[in-house]
């Protein structure tokens, strides 16, 4: 299968790196691991050019786009490491809404997040948190059975927890479900719409700690020579970029595969889950070790994009847990 991105598509990959690069620099990393409060200018900066209503009907003010629209977006997402919650919002709730909601619940919802008035949170079943639940303004939900939940700021509690990446805010959540709270459609897609969207991210990851680390071993020199000159360091960090490329067709397969409700949707997302964190963990080790003792210390930023790495890696499915559903599809006949 030949498949490639159109202009349109690698025109907006293009705006969304810019916009990440200069409304979300690692200065504003810091600053939230440090404790400042998120205000809303990137999240309106996304609105004003419609990234938050990617996958929103033009009839509710989006763009009417899909996953493959989304999936180069949030790979952009991920070499920022953008700390705002793109995946759940966009890639989640509003695809989700937009898909399967209730006529009510379209137009209740999809004008706001288009707009950039609202943001949202997912919560799959058994995830023990869920991202940025405490400033979501709506909660999707999954009970144990599958069923998706809608639920409005109020409707549910959360309490922050803490993380080893403190610039994704994670929630323990409390919730109920109750008369007109159910969320028609598919949960199983739902929850490949967020494995999708983490392997993705993760891409983006990977590549920006691909892109320090080639930077740092083309400048750092030893015995006379760039240490990046050095055919084990050359082997290794070529092995991870051809992970890294395997990863993000495997990703890119998915979202096409989800957003045209294709039968292995749920195992094409679980196979881009699964090789993407492998990934990402591979070019984690590889980056860190080839930086040396600087890649550990706090002042590099380098920890920034290992932290959410390792983060996302168990994110919305662990590889292990994505490797179970390959082998129940593969083998659910014998």
């Known amino acids: 299968m030949e498949f490639d991105f159109s202009p349109e598509q690698l025109a907006l990959r293009d705006l969304a790196r810019d916009l990440f690069e200069k409304e979300s620099p690692p200065s504003r990393l810091r600053e939230l691991w440090e404790g400042a409060e998120r205000d809303s200018g990137v999240w309106d900066a996304m609105a004003s050019v419609g990234l938050t209503g990617l996958t929103i009907p033009e009839e509710h003010g989006g763009m009417g786009g ?3 629209d989304l999936a180069l977006v949030l790979e952009e997402a991920g070499r920022a490491a953008l700390p705002e919650p793109l995946l759940e919002t966009v890639a989640v709730a509003a695809a989700t809404i937009a898909e399967s909601g209730t006529d009510e619940q379209r137009a209740s919802w999809l004008p706001m997040i288009a707009a950039g008035e609202a943001r949202a949170s997912f919560l799959p079943t058994g995830a023990p948190f869920a991202v940025d639940a405490g400033d979501a303004d709506l909660l999707i939900a999954q009970e144990p059975g599958g069923a998706l939940h809608l639920l409005r700021s109020g409707a ?3 309490t922050v927890v803490e993380s080893e990446d403190r610039s994704r805010r994670l929630h323990a959540v409390a919730w109920e479900p109750a008369a007109g709270t159910h969320l028609p459609g598919d949960g199983r897609r739902a929850e490949a719409r967020a494995a999708v969207g983490a392997a993705g991210m993760l891409n983006g990851i990977s590549m920006r700690l691909l892109d320090m680390t080639l930077a ?3 400048a750092r020199h030893q015995f006379g020579r760039p240490v990046g000159s050095f055919q084990a360091v050359k082997h290794r960090l070529a092995d991870a970029h051809a992970f890294v490329e395997s990863a993000r067709a495997a990703t ?5 595969a989800v957003a045209r409700s294709s039968p292995d949707a749920h195992v094409a997302a679980a196979v881009a889950k699964s090789y993407a964190s492998d990934a990402a963990a591979t070019v984690n080790r590889t980056a860190l070790q080839a930086h040396g003792g600087i890649g550990f210390t706090w002042e590099h930023d380098l920890h920034l994009w290992l932290k959410r790495g390792k983060a996302l890696e168990q994110a919305y499915g662990s590889a292990r847990e994505h490797r179970r559903t390959i082998a129940d599809a593969l ?4």
């Open 66 to 68: 899909d996953d493959v």
């Open 156 to 158: 549910f509690s959360a």
């Open 216 to 218: 740092h071993v083309k």
């Open 252 to 256: 890119w397969y998915a979202a096409y």
């Open 331 to 334: 083998f659910s006949d014998e």
